[in-house]
């Protein structure tokens, strides 16, 4: 079983930024890591994933804005968010997905832009 620690969440304002973090629990068995969210009434969508190799895949949305990145000693996963826009207010959900392609969810963490 592989646990999920993600932090991070807040408000800020339009064109602001955060950073997210999230722990996991044991990342040796782990082939992709990746942030998801969800607005209100909208289904959960990727926001941005990053491969045991390092290869990053980002939304349309987000591309140019976040970035994926992850430390293996600390066995953490992190995404810098700039230019944030109002449209990325949602809660946001850490993602690990195992050799045998099971995933594990974050308990999530809400981000609203507003000024």
């Known amino acids: 079983q592989v646990q999920l620690v993600d932090s991070g969440g807040g408000l800020v304002q339009p064109g602001g930024f955060l950073r997210f973090s999230c722990a996991v629990s044991?990342?040796?068995?782990?082939?992709?890591l990746g942030w998801y969210r969800q607005a209100p009434g909208k289904q959960r969508e990727l926001v941005a994933t990053?491969?045991?190799?390092?290869?990053?895949n980002y939304a349309d949305s987000v591309n140019g804005r976040f970035t994926i990145s992850k430390d293996n000693v600390k066995a953490t996963v992190y995404l810098q968010m700039n230019s944030l826009k109002p449209e990325d207010t949602a809660v946001y959900y850490c993602?690990?997905?195992?050799?045998?392609?099971?995933?594990?969810w974050g308990k999530g963490t809400l981000v609203t832009v507003s000024s």
């Open positions: 993602n690990a997905v195992n050799r045998g392609y099971v995933e594990f």
């Open positions: 044991t990342i040796t068995c782990i082939t992709s």
């Open positions: 990053i491969t045991s190799g390092g290869r990053r």
